[in-house]
């Protein structure tokens, strides 16, 4: 097995110089998702519907990283506004399931795509 | 390679789908930490020092939980609600790490998941052999 390895995901809107995640050994670097399509357009306005796409997003890249969110050991949210909180928890804890991974979750002034209102980026680990 | 969560006795119970601590392999994530006691009351009033100091009290729990001191910690990242208050939380960090100096982010954030924080702090450690 290759020490580092890049993975990108078919659809996936391609933002910056950067790729959907990276696998360093047995962890895997997820990339911070946002809100995008692969046309680079907003995928809602809603908190709610932006971050059941984050979230749905974040399995994909996964999956293609051969993880699941089971395996994932930290996340991080960033919201543009941290009243959201609440908001997003039933999807957190839809996509999670059992697992509970690390997590810290901040307020930031701004994200990279305007009208986003959510970013997630993550660890995994790759299953034995 | 292994994964192994961590829910620390005597900590606040985390406020959303999370928990303290995940384990890697020999990676330790620490979730952000905040400066709330057992009962998740803000502790220190407006006072990023002692916040901070609850901070590190806290982290030292978690690590602990995973046989980890904070001579272990690779990195933190440190968010505040002021940055200028970067220069007064100093000598807490000197004071906890002592000789170890881990890689280390800090940004200034407009808001923290719990009100009134106005410091949150998480960390990556490599659990000793």
Redesign the interface.
Known sequence: MTAREQIRVPGRPELAHSADAVRAGELVFVAGILPVDEGGGLTGDDVVAQAEFVFDELGRILDAAECSPADVVKVSVFLTDVDDRPRINPIRERVFGAARPASTLVEVSGLAVSGARIEVDAVAVRPA | ???E?Y?VDGLAE????????????D?L????IVPVDAGGNLVGGSDVVLQTRQVFENMRAVLAAAGCRFEDVAKV?I?LTDIDDRPRINPVRQEVFGATRPASTLVE?????VEGAKV?I?CVAVVPA
């Open positions: 390679m292994s994964r969560e829910r985390p406020i959303s789908h999370f928990t303290d601590a995940v384990r890697a392999g990676l994530f620490v979730s952000g990242v968010f954030v407009p808001r923290l998941a949150e998480e």
